[in-house]
Structure formats: structure tokens, C-alpha cells
């Protein structure tokens, strides 16, 4: 188990600045998630990490030492991408055991290390085969593999679930939550997947245009977010932003806004008034739109709900979980 640390790390390209100074310590062990929007810096960030990407200024330091100038090879991380890049001509025992047997590792060991990754992600009946006899989610298991057999000290993953179908993203992602408590190892995820960021980060690091908007524990975001980014980029559907003039209600003197999750809406005899524009049906919930004053909102309600596009209802904030925002999107 390593710490990660990056100290006022900063990347550019050309006369575009991508990573305007990022600091952030990982704990050893902790499981850590980028989020933000396309283009935030993410994968970005974390090919600095790995080396793969220059940074022109700040450190990096891995276990305590800087890394800065060592070769990617040399920083004992292993990398999981989105593209499985496993080799088509070796079977999943010899993709598995390749980093070891280059290391110099002798035939016992390389087999030994590859049998324990095997069991632990269930691929000891495929070993033999080779990449192209395999599914999606067997070859993302096998890329994963690879990367266990190195017991690296620092392990990132770059969207490793994305080319994978909804059923198959949840099961790998308990497999990967499994993996990391087994292992107890640093990780390090790279996500646009709101799901697998709540489920699996120990903490969420929260990227927007390269700067770190907010880092904490998922519930922490979820229920305090420091601004209005964080409090529209965590949470699905997004959460709804009203300007206090269209509420008709007390607000705190400074508030410009008022953030309320769709879950916390609820329709009610009198209140905001609004129309229903659109209703989503999911069986264990119902998703109402309606178009208030103050802007489209999404109401969750639990459970089937039958109710006509057009009709006018009203739409009531709890005020426990009211989130104000003043007029910079500082949460108060
Ligand atoms: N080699 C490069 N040359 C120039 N600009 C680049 C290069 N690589 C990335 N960028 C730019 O840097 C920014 C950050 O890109 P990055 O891939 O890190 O974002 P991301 O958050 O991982 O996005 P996504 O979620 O879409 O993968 C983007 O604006 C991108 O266009």
C-alpha cells in the first residue's frame, strides 16, 4: 500500500492549459475516482501519473518519491485502459505473466503469480485461450490480471468498463469493489460513469476545465457539495436549480439560487406551480418533468405514477435537503 501525492501539478498544450495546478493526496489503499465532463483533464491527470504524459511543472511523488523522471516502466504502476491492448498472439496465462517473465522472474514464479490473479478474477478455466476466444468483460478481466500478477504499488484505471454492456459494467464493477478489498491496494479511476464513481470511490476527486472543484467521500458530494458544479455533476437525474425570485418562498438573504434533488420535489396540493412536460416509467420509479417558471425540473416519485402530459401540478422543496447557492455558485 503507497500514497499518491501531486503537488501543483500542471500541463499544457500548445497555448492551451489543460491541468491549470493540481494537488491532491491519495491515502494508501484508497480507492480514488476522477470524475468530471468530457474533456475536464481526467485521462489526462492520470497519464501524468503514470508517466505517459509530461507534466511542465509540480511533482509527483509515489510511496514518498518523486517520480517525476523516471520512465513509466520504472514507476511499479500498472494501467488498465478502456482498450483492453492485450497481445492477440499470446494466450491469457502468457498476456498475465508477460511483465514477470520480462522482469526476469523465473517459470515457477511467473506461474505461481498468474494461478493466484486467475482465481481471484475466475479466468483459470480460459488461461490457455487467446484474446480473440474471449468476451468483452472476460478480456477486461485478463487486462485487469495483468495488472494484479505485477503487485504494483499504485494501480490506475483509465474507464476500464466503458466498451463493456450495462449488465456486464455492474457485474465487473463488484468485481473490481471486491478486487480492491482483497488486495487493499491504491487505485486510482478514471470515470464518467456517475454509478461507478459513487459505488466504488472511497473518495471522488471532482475535475472541471483541470481544476479540482471538490474531493470527498461520495455521500460527502452527494450531500454537500461545495458549489453548484459539484451539486449538478453528482447525482441522477441532475439536481434542479430554481433562481429564488420564482420560488415565492424565505430564502437566506444572500441566496441567488435554490438546488433541490428530484427526489426532494414533492407535488403537493399548493406551491410552485408547473406543468407536466414528460413522464418516465421505470417500474421501481416514476421520473416527472414539468416546466415551472424558474426553468425545466425532474421530480422523483417511487413507484408507478399515471400522470397526463399538460396537466398543471405543484411542486413543494423540502426544506432539509435545500441547497442555496449565491450568485458565484458557492453553496452556503
Ligand atoms: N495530445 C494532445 N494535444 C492537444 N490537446 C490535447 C491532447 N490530449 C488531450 N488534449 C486536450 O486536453 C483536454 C483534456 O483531455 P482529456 O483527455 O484529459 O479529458 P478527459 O476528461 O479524459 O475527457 P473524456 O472524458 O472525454 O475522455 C481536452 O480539451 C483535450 O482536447
Redesign the pocket.
Given at each position: 500500500m503507497h500514497t499518491l501525492e501531486l503537488r501543483n501539478l500542471r500541463k499544457t498544450?500548445?497555448s492551451?492549459e489543460?491541468i491549470p495546478g493540481a494537488s491532491l493526496s491519495v491515502e494508501p489503499g484508497e480507492f480514488c475516482v476522477?470524475v468530471?465532463?468530457?474533456?475536464?483533464?481526467?485521462?489526462?491527470?492520470?497519464?501524468m501519473i503514470a508517466g505517459l504524459?509530461p507534466s511542465d511543472s509540480g511533482d509527483i511523488l509515489i510511496g514518498g518519491a518523486r517520480v517525476n523522471d523516471l520512465e513509466p516502466s520504472k514507476r511499479e504502476i500498472a494501467m488498465v485502459f478502456q482498450s483492453y491492448a492485450l497481445y492477440p498472439h499470446l494466450s491469457v496465462a502468457g498476456n498475465m505473466g508477460l511483465a514477470l517473465k520480462q522482469a526476469g522472474k523465473s517459470k515457477a514464479e511467473v506461474t505461481a503469480a498468474v494461478n493466484r490473479a486467475a482465481e481471484m478474477l475466475a479466468l483459470g478455466p480460459l488461461l490457455e485461450r487467446r484474446p480473440a476466444e474471449l468476451s468483452g468483460g472476460q478480456r477486461q478481466r485478463v487486462a485487469i490480471g495483468r495488472a494484479i500478477v505485477r503487485t504494483p504499488k499504485l494501480f490506475l484505471f483509465?474507464?476500464p468498463l466503458s466498451n463493456l454492456d450495462a449488465a456486464l459494467r455492474g457485474q465487473t464493477r463488484l468485481e473490481l469493489a471486491k478486487l480492491h478489498r482483497e488486495l487493499g491496494a491504491t487505485m486510482v479511476y478514471?470515470t464518467?460513469d456517475q454509478v461507478e464513481a459513487m459505488t466504488l470511490a472511497d473518495r471522488i476527486v471532482v475535475?472541471n476545465a483541470?481544476r479540482i472543484e471538490q474531493v470527498g467521500a461520495p455521500m460527502e458530494l452527494y450531500n454537500r457539495p461545495a458549489n453548484r458544479f459539484v451539486a449538478g455533476f453528482i447525482g441522477s437525474p441532475k439536481m434542479n436549480f430554481l433562481p429564488v425570485a420564482t420560488l415565492g418562498g424565505s430564502a437566506p438573504a444572500t441566496a441567488s439560487e435554490l438546488g433541490i434533488r428530484p427526489e426532494h420535489l414533492a407535488i403537493t396540493e399548493s406551491g410552485i406551480p408547473a406543468r407536466v412536460t414528460h413522464v418516465e416509467r421505470l417500474g421501481h420509479e416514476t421520473i416527472v418533468y414539468a416546466e415551472t417558471s424558474g426553468g425545466l425540473v425532474s421530480v422523483r416519485l417511487i413507484g408507478e405514477h399515471d400522470l397526463p402530459v399538460e396537466q398543471g401540478i405543484h411542486l413543494t422543496p423540502d426544506p432539509a435537503h435545500s441547497h442555496w447557492f449565491d450568485s458565484a455558485g458557492k453553496r452556503l
Open positions: 498544450f500548445g492551451v489543460v476522477f468530471g465532463p468530457s474533456g475536464c483533464g481526467k485521462s489526462t491527470l492520470l497519464r504524459e483509465d474507464e478514471v464518467h475535475l483541470g
